[in-house]
């Protein structure tokens, strides 16, 4: 548990410190200028300063809310993978694949060394910081995840990929922290995808936070969790952000066996679909959570990013959240 790591950092949260995955949905008229921007209609400029308004109403909307530990919502980026391979030289542009539903995404290709470029995602953090008195979450995607979903022409091997990659992100976490940043979050939504592989994803996290004083949090979605449990709590962080409602909180039973020795960002609505839960639905699943968590140990969040839902599908998910939150502190 990490309570005494929060203390250490300045960090004064409440029980059930409420959070969000890291998406949230673009209004409309963002959805719009991306389109617009990929014809060459509208300049970068005129993109970002759009893109620096939806920021801004997601900081208001969260604050709003009660949420303790916001997030920026991802207003600048379109795939999480494709954001940082864009970036970092010694990738390419593929062809397009089907990542999930009926999303496609250019699956970049490692065609050299892989390097850092400098700070790629510390001016959005910074500007989102600036918004609010609220800790913002750094958000970064882990090593494991990037390999996984690129395609390899440089490296000997998957490790190799993974670690050189980890070099790389670990430098972006060094720049997160070096601007004031204090809850990083490492997606690895890959983690539990192939579980012969998961010394890799932790040989590459331990890598990417080594030496490294921040509140670290991953998150993983999907998979096969019962093969990588309890294996995966050797990752190098403090907080697992995992999807629990979409499977009516099947991975409590497997914690139940194991006990869960990390701090858990805990998803209490599911991401995927239109329909609402109710209130006492998803108090329901905190008190389930407490029949195997300790109260110390709960974040309560969505299951996932909330960017597939409409602008208030979102903050009435979010407002889900908190209120349960708020019934178990008091
Ligand atoms: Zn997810």
């Known amino acids: 548990m990490s309570r005494e790591k929060l203390k250490s950092l300045g960090l004064k949260l409440p029980l059930f410190p409420t959070t969000s995955v890291g998406s949230f949905p673009k209004p409309d008229y963002l959805a719009k200028a991306r389109a617009e921007f990929s014809k060459g209609k509208i300049t970068s400029d005129q993109l970002r300063e759009l893109e620096r308004k939806a920021t801004k109403f997601w900081i208001q909307t969260q604050e709003k809310l009660g949420i303790d530990v916001l997030v920026d919502g991802e207003m600048y980026r379109g795939d999480m993978v494709a954001y940082f391979a864009e970036r970092f030289p010694g990738f390419t542009e593929g062809g397009l694949v089907r990542s999930y539903g009926n999303r496609y995404y250019h699956k970049p290709i490692i065609t050299g060394e892989v390097e850092w470029p400098g700070p790629v995602t510390v001016d ?12 913002v979450k750094g958000m970064l995607t882990g090593a494991y995840t990037i390999m996984d979903w690129s395609f390899n022409e440089h ?3 998957r490790r190799a990929t993974a670690m050189a990659l980890a070099g790389v992100i670990h430098k972006e976490v060094e720049a997160l922290i070096a ?13 539990s995808v192939r579980p012969e592989e998961l010394p890799i994803a932790i040989e590459a996290m331990d890598a990417t936070t080594k030496d490294l004083s921040a509140y670290f949090i991953t998150h993983a979605c999907y998979g096969a969790f019962e093969q990588i449990y309890p294996g995966m709590l050797e990752l190098a962080v403090d907080n697992f952000d995992l999807e629990m409602s979409n499977n009516d909180l099947g991975l409590l039973e497997i914690f139940r ?12 609505v599911d991401v995927h679909t239109h329909t609402m839960e109710d209130e006492d639905a998803v108090r329901q699943r905190v008190e389930q959570a407490l029949t195997v968590l300790d109260k110390e140990q709960i974040w309560v969040d969505p299951d996932c990013g909330l960017k597939t839902r409409t602008v208030d599908e979102a903050i009435e998910k979010l407002r889900l959240c908190v209120a349960a939150a708020e019934t178990f502190r008091n």
């Not at 959005?124 to 800790?135: I, R, V």
């Not at 066996?257 to 209490?268: A, E, H, L, N």
């Open 124 to 135: 959005w953090w910074k500007y989102a910081q600036s918004l609010t008195k609220k800790p």
């Open 257 to 268: 066996g194991q006990p869960f020795t990390k701090d858990i960002s805990f998803g209490v």
């Open 155 to 157: 490296y000997a091997d």
């Open 179 to 191: 601007a004031g940043c204090k809850i990083i979050q490492i997606d690895e939504p890959a983690l």
